[in-house]
């Protein structure tokens, strides 16, 4: 073989071996160091990610936090108007009336009985057991909480010893609400000469001092005829799923 051509050809082999071991030894560490960077690339992008998420999601929380207080104070604000307003008119008519309410929020503690989920004991300090207190959840009549052993005990609106004055319909219909130990209420002695339909709104009437006028009760779902009145039977807004809060009405004014 031409000495030239041996020569030439080990250099090419000499080339071969050089390439794939430098190019192994070259490559790894490069490879390494662009996978790190891959890696430090997509773990930034995602932290930047969930932080623009959270901050947006916290903005909106907070904007949202931000236009219900201001609809609080819009309504504080028409709250004081009329309560400025109806003081100014009872002043004029030389009235004895105040516009003193006690509303206190008490917590409920525990059945009476396993069996029966209309009867609660409430925890109320400085309970007068001569009295008969009204019980509201948010704006809807939950109740009525009188004294059972001398200890303040929750009725709520299904029981049929809970019982209060209503009135229904726009025309003020008066009626006396019981409860009917079945999901709904019974409203008795309803005037015959006075009329009243399935879709009425039920409220309380205010009077008797339990509940002020115009709390939520129910929507009467079935009319009937009885001796010498009218009775409906109501579905009620309040019910009853594990509250563990309400406010107790310990004077109307």
């Not at 192994?24 to 690339?41: A, D, E, G, V």
């Not at 005829?225 to 109307?252: D, K, L, T």
Request: net charge positive.
């Amino acid at each position: 073989m031409n000495k030239k051509l041996f020569s030439f050809l080990l250099l090419l082999i000499i080339l071969f071996i050089g390439a794939v071991y430098y190019t192994n030894n070259i490559q790894s560490p490069i490879l390494s160091l662009t996978h790190k960077i891959q890696n430090i690339y997509f773990d930034t992008k995602i932290f930047i990610n969930d932080t623009i998420q959270k901050h947006l999601n916290q903005a909106k929380h907070i904007q949202k936090m931000q236009d219900r207080l201001k609809q609080c104070n819009k309504n504080l604000l028409v709250m004081q108007q009329l309560k400025s307003q109806l003081k100014q008119l009872l002043q004029d008519q030389n009235s004895t009336l105040t516009l003193n309410p006690d509303i206190e929020l008490i917590h409920a503690l525990s059945y009476v009985k396993f069996d029966n989920f209309n009867r609660l004991w409430v925890s109320m300090p400085d309970f007068n057991s001569s009295k008969i207190y009204g019980l509201v959840y948010k704006n809807d009549v939950a109740g009525i909480i009188v004294a059972k052993d001398n200890k303040p005990m929750a009725l709520l609106n299904q029981d049929p010893k809970c019982a209060y004055p209503v009135f229904i319909g726009s025309n003020n219909v008066p009626g006396i609400a019981y409860g009917n130990n079945n999901g709904t209420i019974i409203v008795n002695y309803i005037p015959l000469w006075m009329h009243i339909k399935v879709g009425d709104k039920v409220t309380t009437s205010g009077r008797e001092n339990l509940f002020f006028q115009g709390l939520n009760v129910g929507t009467i779902i079935k009319t009937s005829q009885e001796q010498g009145y009218r009775q409906a039977i109501v579905r009620p807004y309040f019910v009853q799923h594990g509250i563990s809060y309400f406010y107790a009405i310990r004077r109307v004014f």
